[in-house]
Antibody
């Protein structure tokens, strides 16, 4: 059974750095077809993709947040970590990690992706 | 970034109804469009990927279609558990984006 679980602080002060951990089970972070993605949702708002990684060399970041985000992983502990620097109150919300699967489309020669299993989410409030 | 616009933003329907939600991309994205369902207080759930492929375990009353820039999610014979918010997502670009969501509630 594939599971993911987010953990991190409930409350963070403005300008601080937020560090979130996603602990996975049921699949290996070393598998080249499987990675971890981070998605957030501000209260009452839509989903917003933040970042994903498949390996140390294959990382992608939201264009609007890439200067503040770093994604990493530790395959030995089955954990993925997202850090967000210089947080602001607008960063308040629920942060999810999800398993991202990569597939190859033989017809087009392109890759496509799905987020097939999600963690329950962790709520973060940015406030002084 | 590729923008996804869903319509309507919200709709009301009755049990047994058929509903259709539309997602329009700001540029062609082939068929690399996924649909998710989210219920209040829960994480999203993958329903459909590559525009029309049903994820394992998803009821067959859900279906998707489209390619290029225009996509639809159709739910036949609405059930009580289908009232939720639905999001489209494109993975054509490695800078993944979601639509703004469509809230489906009971009439």
């Amino acid at each position: 059974q594939v599971t993911l679980k987010e953990s991190g602080p409930v409350l963070v002060k403005p300008t601080e750095t937020l560090t979130l951990t996603c602990t996975v089970s049921g699949f290996s972070l070393s598998n080249a077809r499987m990675g971890v993605s981070w998605i957030r949702q501000s209260p009452g708002k839509a989903l917003e993709w933040l970042a994903h990684m498949f390996s140390s060399a294959e990382k992608s970041y939201s264009s609007s947040l890439k200067t503040r985000l770093t994604i990493s992983r530790d395959t030995s502990t089955s954990q993925a970590v997202l850090t967000m620097t210089n947080v602001e109150p607008v960063d308040t919300g629920t942060y999810y990690c999800a398993r991202i699967m990569r597939f190859y489309d033989n017809l087009s020669g392109s890759f496509y992706y799905t987020m097939d299993v999600w963690g329950q989410g962790t709520t973060v409030t940015v406030s002084s | 970034d590729i923008q996804l616009t869903q319509s309507p933003s919200s709709l009301s329907a009755s049990i047994g109804d058929r509903v259709t939600i539309t997602c329009r991309a700001s540029q062609a994205i082939s068929s690399y469009l996924n649909w998710y369902q989210q219920k209040p207080g829960s994480a999203p759930r993958l329903l459909i990927y590559t525009a029309s492929t049903l994820q394992s375990g998803v009821p067959s009353r859900f279906s998707g279609s489209g390619a290029g820039t225009d996509f639809t999610l159709t739910i036949n014979s609405l059930q009580p558990e289908d009232f939720a918010t639905y999001y489209c997502q494109q993975t054509y670009s490695t800078s993944i984006t979601f639509g703004q969501g469509t809230r489906l509630d009971i009439k």
